[in-house]
């Protein structure tokens, strides 16, 4: 019982001094666990433990010590109000009244309103000065303060390409002599150029190349400085093209972050490439990829059908490219603006067409006059040709002949040149160009059987 006595004033105390709402609960608590505990005079005479009775409470009472609590709770309250006013700095006389929620300012849903507003519209407005940036008005008034300036200089830095100069100088290029001149650039694109790219679900993406692509490679690299120039990742794009150009005759690739992004298509900045634009000629697909420069362009129908084997596309546009180069041509854009409108099937058609006329012409004028018995005594002991003409792609109309001739070892006889007067002149000076024009074009071809055999080797 000695405990009973001690828990009871405990609680009182309790109750009487503690400002907290849970106190007479846990008064009740100490009390129910001090009430089960066993006293040493009933270990001793071992008899039966029975919970003491609680002292009864009257309603009196306990109004009592409720509106004491609710007094004390309400003088708390005053008193940290007070001293949170009084921390406030600048606070006037008004301070210590409490601030209602109707005197606070905006209500929550005004204030989300405006802040979503405040960020749709502004949104709104930006894009559709976007959009279209010269006939709505936002974009009017965003040019008219000069923000679209502003914005189009921010974006240009991610647009353009990302070098200035995309290809190295001719003087700086390694394993190029220095006495050989410029070629001329030829620009490939590669997507539905040169391969067709398919993918499924058994195999992934699998690539085709376009036929006759290889002959080509091969013939442009003794005539062009061949640069691949595709809107592809390079990640992508150049295990395609080591697999494709397996003999080096690409000698520059360039991807999508040599590009120009505009109106949503990456397209080729010619002018970035360091060479003269004028004797560049682009190979592509795609029109708008070359709408920067699109007087280079010669448009080549998409290959998008890797089991079409008939296309003859590329074999029938090389005799136009090499007499491109050959020619060396100064003005390239002036040259293809002739066959504005085609693309390189009908181009190559036209060409052909042109020239069966001019030898059409020339043959008339041959066979006018004096030169018409020339050369009708000129066929009649003309002998029957030992070997047959062949088509533009290597193979023979009619059967080789069996018996190889002298003819067919050390070729046919010097022609007697005419070294008097001004048509002698005429025939030696055009002999001399035709012979610089051949050294030129053998040292490139060394050139290039010399790089091909150092990429074997490292390979």
């Not at 085709?208 to 794009?237: C, N, T, W």
């Not at 080591?242 to 999508?256: A, F, P």
């Not at 109106?263 to 920067?292: E, T």
């Not at 890797?306 to 003859?312: A, E, K, L, S």
């Amino acid at each position: 019982m000695t405990f009973l006595r001690i828990a009871q004033p405990c609680r009182r105390i309790l109750l009487q001094n503690t400002n907290n709402k849970h106190a007479n609960v846990l008064g009740r608590n100490i009390q129910a666990r001090v009430s089960t505990w066993k006293t040493p005079s009933t270990v001793r005479t071992k008899t039966s433990s029975t919970p003491a009775s609680r002292p009864t409470v009257s309603k009196a009472e306990r109004a009592k010590l409720r509106a004491s609590r609710k007094e004390r709770a309400a003088a708390t309250m005053k008193q940290a109000q007070k001293s949170a006013e009084a921390s406030r700095p600048n606070q006037g006389a008004e301070g210590s009244e409490p601030v209602s929620k109707a005197s606070s300012g905006l209500s929550a849903q005004t204030t989300r309103r405006l802040i979503y507003g405040g960020i749709t519209i502004p949104t709104v407005l930006i894009g559709w000065a976007i959009y279209d940036p010269e006939n709505s008005p936002p974009g009017k008034f965003f040019s008219y303060i000069g923000l679209s300036d502003l914005i189009f200089k921010f974006t240009e830095e991610y647009a353009k390409p990302a070098h200035a100069k995309l290809l190295p100088d001719w003087s700086q290029m390694p394993n190029v002599p220095q006495d050989i001149p410029i070629p001329h650039t030829l620009v490939l694109d590669l997507e539905q150029t040169l391969v067709s790219s398919t993918w499924d679900r058994k195999y992934g993406w699998r690539h085709a190349k376009r036929p006759g692509v290889d002959k080509f490679l091969k013939d442009m690299a003794q005539y062009y400085e061949i640069v691949l120039y595709s809107p592809s990742h390079d990640g992508v794009a150049d295990p395609v093209v080591n697999t494709l150009d397996k003999s080096g005759c690409i000698m520059h690739r360039l991807y999508r972050d040599a590009t120009y992004y505009i109106n949503g298509a990456h397209c080729k900045d010619l002018s970035k490439l360091n060479r003269n634009l004028n004797r560049i000629v682009a190979l592509d697909d795609d029109a708008l990829a070359l709408q920067l420069q699109p007087r280079n362009l010669i448009k080549v129908k998409p290959y998008d059908n890797p089991h079409d084997r008939t296309d003859r596309t590329l074999a029938r546009i090389t005799p136009l490219l090499i007499e491109i180069a050959r020619e060396g041509c100064q003005d390239v854009p002036a040259l293809l603006d002739q066959f504005q409108g085609m693309d390189a099937d009908e181009m190559a058609s036209e060409h052909e067409r042109r020239i069966r006329e001019l030898r059409s012409v020339r043959e008339h004028r041959v066979q006018r006059g004096l030169g018409k018995l020339a050369r009708g005594a000129g066929k009649r002991n003309l002998p029957t040709p030992e070997l047959q003409a062949q088509d533009e792609y290597g193979v023979s109309s009619t059967p080789t002949p069996t018996n190889i001739t002298a003819k067919d070892l050390v070729g046919s006889a010097p022609k007697k040149e005419q070294s008097a007067g001004v048509i002698g002149w005429l025939n030696k000076r055009q002999k001399e160009q035709q012979e610089e024009q051949m050294r030129k074009m053998e040292k490139w071809q060394e050139v290039m059987m010399k790089k091909q055999m150092e990429k074997k080797k490292s390979a």
